[in-house]
């Protein structure tokens, strides 16, 4: 299902998922460990936050762009689709 999605998107989509996919994961990982010793609570903060900066660093100095502007894109696109959605 997800790859019919995939296929119709754009390309500055496609290439911003690509570049979020990695963090997804890891972040999903590190969560349901951290869960487990820390809780529910402490681990939201702290992995967002884990997460938050490792994605910013990679894509400053490996893609050599900011995160945000992948964020903001990101924000931009599903808030369209929403607006498009409620519109209809």
Do not use: C, E
């Not at 994961?25 to 010793?37: E, F, L, N, P, Q």
């Not at 945000?68 to 689709?81: E, F, S, T, W």
């Amino acid at each position: 299902m997800l790859s019919i999605y995939y296929y119709s998107l754009d390309t500055i989509l496609k290439s911003i998922l690509k570049r979020q996919i990695p963090f997804l994961i890891g972040g999903t990982i590190t969560g349901i460990i951290m869960t487990y010793y820390y809780g529910f609570l402490f681990t939201i903060i702290v992995n967002s936050l884990m997460w938050y900066v490792i994605s910013y660093l990679v894509s400053k100095y490996y893609y050599k762009s900011k995160g945000i502007n992948d964020q903001k894109y990101l924000i931009q696109y599903a808030l369209n689709k929403i607006k498009k959605k409620n519109h209809s």
